[in-house]
């Protein structure tokens, strides 16, 4: 479907605006998924970063000008990016690509460690004890079976209610209506969350807690090196933007 | 040209207006069903065994999307089957779909689908139900009285939602926000200022009648930026405060303009840098929206159906659109803003 903005270079602005309003036009449909230009490799992006996917995407497409880069900002957009796009490299955290059983070829690192702890965030008081029957939120990584599986790993038990999310800004709205005891996330998205909020967060690190930061895998070996070396020459607000500040080649 | 920008702002207006029919509003009116799928609705293959989820709906693009992202989450756990609600579907229409294929839930969409399906309850009084969740219409919370078996998720973006968006996007404070509201948007506001309060931000509310003139509501913003000294204001999805183009420019233009305060409003099309008026929209992301209703649906199978109880949820996840001239040239960009923000207009 065509985007309004696409549309009103063509459209005199009243009649863009009457199509929006009968819905023939929508505008918060996403954009067509931008497409490699050339014989470029394709990189598929899914990561829940402190932006939009858009200006994630934007920045990625100015700093890797030999890749074609290709953001998703939900999950199920990514799996079926990477059933039906055949992309070239995905860029994800661990646990995602280990899901679709893919290995990193480029491990990314802050601090001269490839992992974070992620942390459990709560109002008041920090949830302490047995979790157990505890309604957890969580941004959807790994879909519905996925991401109770990864929670359950994370804090050690299976009897927990997981509420998943669509975006990291989303975990904040469970909390402010009570509608989860807690939320997970990693270490490096607090500061976001507390500059946001008002709400007297408390935290506690969990007891599975270490996981990997964003990592490429290369599916296509053909262009395995073009891939690494993009990502190496990264700049560094790209990196920080990606939660790392190196990479480690595996 | 005068002439040429009138006609531009009348379109615009039809079309604004158009839009709030089409459901985004809260108006209390019922619609949305005339309005004609782009493309049509195609049911997952079915399942011998599985479970069946009835989604009634009509088959205009918002509507749709939620569809598409509540069936792509649960599609490996139930069938599917659509039923699209249109202006001529009757209660006798939508209750023979349901009983063909018995399913364990039913997903009604809008409220002229909740109506229809209100009758068909009404007209069974001993039939066993099956739950219901109730999603994009007006006021769900009543609606969820008035039906057995019923849950669902609000369609109102929260006050304290369209908030804390705003404080991420301006320099300037926001602690206090002034709203004005007709006698049937009193629970709504009642809720909305206890939500505010958990992120430090009193709302302060100015009651108008229903029949209220533009003077009036000139005169209850006016209140609340002068006497009241509000930081900003909270424009409800309410028809009768923006009824057109004329009244909208009376009042709201006139007093905004004046005051000189951010204005966040519900609907995309009242932001706009070359007609200055909202500040920040904050609309239902549509997207997350089938996200939180198949995470509802998991939670209520997982409970064996008991949907008596479930409290309607708040919807989690919006989008915004902002007026950064309005933003830049009044109340300050705050460093990263633009990362956060989905639609930014200058």
Redesign the interface.
């Known amino acids: 479907m065509a985007n309004l903005t696409t549309r009103r270079r063509h459209l005199p602005q009243p009649i863009a605006w009457l199509l929006v309003g009968l819905g023939l036009v929508y505008p918060y449909q996403p954009l067509p998924r931008a497409t490699a230009q050339g014989a470029k490799p394709v990189v598929h992006v899914f990561l829940h970063l402190d932006a939009k996917s858009s200006v994630v995407e934007k920045m990625l497409q100015q700093s890797l000008p030999d890749l074609g880069v290709i953001v998703f900002g939900r999950f199920r957009d990514f799996e079926e990016g990477l059933t039906n796009g055949h992309p070239d490299a995905v860029l994800s955290i661990a646990p995602v690509l280990q899901q679709h059983g893919k290995t990193a070829s480029l491990q990314g690192q802050r601090g001269g460690k490839s992992t974070e702890p992620y942390l459990l965030a709560s109002v008041n008081q920090p949830l302490q004890g047995s979790l157990a029957g505890k309604t957890i939120g969580f941004v959807d990584l790994l879909g519905h079976d996925g991401t109770q599986a990864f929670l359950n790993g994370l804090l050690k038990t299976t009897d927990i209610k997981v509420k998943r999310v669509a975006k990291v800004e989303d975990l904040l709205p469970l909390l402010e209506f009570s509608a989860a005891d807690g939320v997970v996330l990693p270490s490096s998205m607090l500061a976001r969350l507390l500059e946001r909020t008002r709400l007297a967060i408390k935290t506690r690190e969990l007891p599975g807690g270490q996981v990997g930061l964003s990592a490429v895998a290369v599916l296509n070996p053909a262009v395995r090196d073009v891939v690494v070396r993009s990502f190496q020459k990264l700049d560094t607000p790209t990196k920080r933007l990606l939660g790392i500040d190196a990479w480690s080649v595996q | 040209m005068i002439g040429g920008k009138s006609?531009?702002r009348?379109?615009?207006w039809?079309?604004?207006?158009?839009?709030f029919l089409?459901g985004c509003a809260t108006t209390g009116r019922e619609s949305g069903a005339s309005?004609e799928a782009?493309s049509p609705i195609t049911d997952p293959p079915a399942r011998d065994g599985a479970p069946t989820l009835f989604i009634a709906m009509p088959s205009?693009?918002?509507f749709v999307?939620v569809r598409k992202?509540l069936v792509?989450?649960v599609q490996k756990n139930f069938n599917i089957h659509t039923f699209a609600v249109g202006p001529e579907t009757t209660a006798a229409e939508l209750s023979s779909a349901i009983q063909a294929v018995s399913p364990v839930c039913v997903v009604l969409m809008n409220n002229v689908t909740m109506n229809l399906y209100r009758q068909y309850q009404m007209a069974s009084p001993s039939a066993t139900m099956p739950p219901a969740v109730l999603l994009m219409a007006s006021f769900i919370e009543e609606v969820q009285a008035k039906l057995r078996r019923a849950t669902g998720i609000a369609y109102e973006v929260?006050g304290?939602?369209a908030f804390?968006q705003l404080?991420?996007v301006i320099s300037a404070r926001v602690n206090r926000v002034g709203v004005v509201y007709r006698p049937a948007f009193r629970q709504l506001v009642d809720r909305q200022k206890a939500?505010a309060a958990?992120?430090?931000v009193e709302l302060v509310p100015v009651s108008v009648p229903n029949d209220v003139t533009a003077e009036g509501l000139r005169t209850a913003l006016h209140n609340l930026a002068k006497r009241k000294k509000v930081d900003a204001v909270w424009m409800l999805n309410d028809n009768a405060l923006v009824r057109n183009a004329e009244f909208v420019n009376d009042a709201w233009r006139t007093e905004m303009n004046d005051a000189r305060l951010p204005l966040i409003v519900g609907v995309?099309?009242l932001v706009d840098p070359n007609s200055p008026l909202g500040t920040l929209a904050v609309?239902p992301?549509?997207?997350?929206l089938g996200?939180?209703a198949?995470?509802l649906l998991?939670?209520l199978s997982?409970n064996n159906w008991q949907v008596e109880g479930h409290p309607v949820?708040?919807p989690?996840?919006v989008?915004t659109v902002v007026d950064l001239k309005l933003v830049r040239a009044n109340f300050g960009l705050r460093p990263d803003a633009?990362?956060?923000?989905?639609?930014a207009l200058e």
């Open positions: 006609m531009n009348q379109w615009a039809l079309s604004s207006l158009v839009l089409a309005l782009a205009s693009p918002n999307e992202s792509a989450e929260p304290v939602t804390v404080r991420t939500l958990k992120e430090h995309p099309n609309v992301d549509h997207e997350a996200l939180q198949a995470n998991f939670d997982d949820e708040l989690l996840s989008k633009l990362k956060h923000i989905d639609r």
